[in-house]
């Protein structure tokens, strides 16, 4: 199976910094069919999961452009450019190019 | 607007199965596969398996396919997945998911 191995485990951050989160693959995830399907998640406290950035840099409708997400074959990023309370919560990375999907194992972003 | 709603909170015995639903709104239920996700309390997500709703085809984790059996009902909208043999490993909630979509997720508690 793809492991993903997400750094740091934990973030903390004061309102408006920039911060990145790194998911690092054990395999590329470049699929034959051109795509490459790493997206990111942000599981806010006692809520569900919630789709932030597909196909590695494709904003989710509705979420605000301080997220972006970068990245090729086994390296990729989240960056958030200032962040807000909102934010707060577990940052997944998840990959679909390989069977069986697998997660990172979540960063959590907490207030300084 | 997309909506996944899951069904209630259940609480079970050791050895015996369960079935949660995930009923979708919003868009055409035979056009996107329904994943299953799985969170044990304070833990991260783990990926179950996925059907592909037009046909019924299943993807599963190889861990999961001795314990998760996922159906899809065209005529109601509806996914399911059953868990068998249930022990305290499987005390966790379930998440449906398109991945762009989530359910609100189901705790399933097993205990005697």
């Known amino acids: 199976d793809v492991v993903l191995t997400q750094t740091p485990p934990t973030l903390s951050a004061t309102i408006g910094q920039s911060v990145s989160i790194s998911c690092r693959s054990s395999q590329s995830l470049l699929h034959s069919n051109g795509n490459t399907y790493l997206h990111w998640l942000l599981q806010r406290p006692g809520q569900s999961p919630q789709l932030l950035i597909y196909?590695?840099?494709r904003l989710e409708s509705g979420v605000p452009n301080r997220f972006s997400g970068s990245g090729s074959g086994t390296d990729f990023t989240l960056k958030i450019s200032g962040v807000e309370a909102e934010d707060l919560g577990v940052y997944y990375c998840v990959q679909g190019t390989h069977a069986p999907w697998t997660f990172g194992g979540g960063t959590k972003l907490e207030l300084k | 607007e997309v909506l996944l709603q899951q069904s209630g909170a259940e609480l079970v015995r050791p050895g015996s199965s369960v079935k949660i639903s995930c009923k979708a709104s919003?868009?055409?239920?035979?056009?996107?596969?329904m994943h299953w996700v799985k969170q044990r309390p304070e833990q991260g997500l783990v990926w179950i398996g996925r059907?592909?709703?037009?046909?019924?085809?299943?993807v599963y984790a190889e861990k999961f396919k001795s314990k998760a059996t996922l159906t899809a009902d065209k005529s109601s909208n509806t996914a399911y997945m059953q868990l068998s043999s249930l022990t305290s490993e499987d005390t966790a909630t379930y998440f449906c998911?398109?991945?762009?979509?989530w359910g609100q997720g189901v705790m399933v508690t097993v205990s005697s």
């Open positions: 998911t398109t991945v762009r979509d």
């Open positions: 196909l590695v840099s």
């Open positions: 919003g868009y055409t239920f035979t056009d996107y596969y």
């Open positions: 059907i592909n709703p037009a046909n019924g085809n299943t």
